[in-house]
């Protein structure tokens, strides 16, 4: 079809539980999950497509992303829309798993900035994007409700847990090699991006969109 470039969406569950801090390209790849299984093989099919025929692809990882809109399958999403609710007991998977946040225009960026770089400093390569930066799930839902200026009690939920080895345990980002290709910084840290995600689901009828009630497997 005469496409310029491909850019393929990995994730960074593809790493599973972190063996070495911060996550590099070249951290081995561990299937926890058969999502993370998926996704190993959708970038195995894509580098092969560039090996065997050329194709102008290249991979992108990126670590957790939120922001506004985002489903409430979603740990941010999940605290905010409860909170919002008036709950003020928050029902959470594994509270000690630790994630990397990127806000999603960040996210968002790092897409283009591979769509546009010169194609031999990126093509047929992989790059992770995320801050470099990890908090504690149980941390993280502590921060929001300060944000929302509201006091709240974190509990887990049976059902909201994933079985035991299927759980990734740490995430934190390496994106150096993406910084050094492209120049991608992130422009929000995620202390703003929290705020301006809390500001989006404040409007009732964005907040309305979702149900805080419903488990969202």
């Not at 050094?180 to 422009?187: N, V, Y």
Request: net charge negative.
């Amino acid at each position: 079809c005469g496409t310029p470039r491909l850019v393929h969406t990995s994730t960074s569950e593809t790493y599973g539980t972190a063996r070495t801090v911060p996550i590099s390209e070249a951290h081995v790849l561990q299937a926890q999950s058969p999502y993370a299984a998926s996704k190993v093989a959708a970038d195995k099919l894509v580098e092969s497509y560039y090996l065997s025929f050329g194709i102008p692809a290249v991979t992108l990882r990126p670590f957790n992303t939120f922001g506004p809109r985002q489903s409430a399958r979603a740990v941010i999403p999940a605290v905010i829309i409860q909170l919002a609710a008036g709950s003020r007991q928050l029902k959470l998977g594994a509270l000690d798993p630790t994630r990397d946040f990127t806000y999603v225009t960040d996210t968002a960026q790092a897409f283009v900035d591979l769509g546009e770089a010169p194609a031999s400093a990126v093509v047929g390569e992989l790059f992770n994007v995320g801050s470099g930066e990890d908090v504690a799930i149980g941390q993280l839902a502590a921060d929001i409700a300060g944000f929302m200026g509201v006091e709240a009690d974190v509990i887990e939920d049976a059902q909201r847990l994933r079985p035991k080895d299927s759980e990734v345990m740490r995430l934190v980002c390496d994106a150096s090699r993406l910084r050094a290709r492209t120049g991608w910084q992130p422009r929000y840290g995620r202390d703003e991006g929290l705020r301006r995600t809390i500001e989006w689901f404040g409007e009732p009828g964005n907040l309305a969109r979702y149900h805080p009630n419903d488990y969202n497997q």
